[in-house]
């Protein structure tokens, strides 16, 4: 990079827009915006016909959290479910990947929150779902019951249900006399002390309870120099 108040290097401002010059290709037009456009909604239609009555986007996917400190406060849609929420649902990962719920085998819930909103998610997916009978007369091996000829001729095509956001801000009201006096610098600090220690601070009461039971029964060892 240049550095100072100095020539800018190959400083190329002559476009070249003539398409038979040997510079072709350095000017990029995009004219064709409203054919592209057109072309891509055309393909989605044909798409969406071909796959009927399977949704148009593809398999539910689970919610989970974005990696990194940055960004796991944030939600997104993840790979696959879990064996553990696929269970939990009263499903089986072979068949469950027959009806469109993308399994994954390698994720892991590492939180109760997790497993309980995925396994709800799946839920609400099976209760809206429109089973085919397969072909022969063959039982599928699983407790969704098949649907019936009604059932089938009113089914419409739908995309798997997406993120749904959760209002977590507290409503508006009156502060109390003890937040109105509180220092809120000293009390948060507090706080992550607390949070910070409590194991440390468990072990000590534990080891002082029972050295205080073991004084109270005469059977503590003293010590010796």
């Known amino acids: 990079m240049p550095k100072h108040n100095n020539a800018i290097p190959r400083n190329h401002f002559h476009k070249h827009w003539n398409p038979e010059s040997s510079q072709k290709g350095h000017i990029k037009t995009f004219f064709q915006q409203a054919q592209q456009k057109k072309a891509r909604r055309v393909r989605r239609q044909a798409k969406a016909r071909s796959v009927f009555p399977r949704p148009v986007s593809g398999c539910i996917r689970p919610v989970v959290q974005s990696c990194t400190a940055r960004y796991n406060m944030?939600?997104?849609?993840?790979?696959?479910?879990?064996?553990?929420?696929?269970?939990?649902?009263?499903?089986?990962?072979?068949?469950?990947?027959?009806?469109?719920?993308?399994?994954?085998?390698?994720?892991?819930?590492?939180?109760?929150?997790?497993?309980?909103?995925?396994?709800?998610?799946?839920?609400?997916?099976?209760?809206?779902l429109v089973l085919y009978p397969l072909p022969g007369g063959k039982k599928a091996n699983s407790s969704i019951p098949v649907?019936?000829?009604?059932?089938?001729?009113?089914?419409?095509?739908?995309?798997?249900?997406?993120?749904?956001?959760?209002?977590?801000?507290e409503a508006p009201r009156e502060l109390t006399a003890d937040e109105k006096s509180r220092n809120i610098y000293n009390y948060l600090r507090a706080q992550s002390r607390n949070s910070k220690f409590i194991g440390i601070r468990l072990a000590r009461s534990k080891r002082k309870a029972a050295k205080a039971a073991a004084d109270a029964d005469g059977t503590s060892v003293k010590k010796t120099k």
Do not use: C, M, W
């Open 74 to 128: 944030k939600q997104r849609i993840g790979k696959g479910f879990t064996l553990e929420e696929i269970k939990a649902a009263g499903l089986n990962p072979s068949f469950a990947r027959t009806v469109g719920i993308a399994v994954d085998a390698r994720r892991r819930n590492h939180s109760e929150e997790s497993l309980n909103l995925n396994t709800q998610r799946l839920k609400d997916y099976t209760a809206k």
């Open 147 to 169: 649907a019936g000829t009604d059932a089938i001729k009113s089914v419409s095509q739908n995309s798997p249900a997406g993120i749904v956001a959760v209002q977590t801000a």
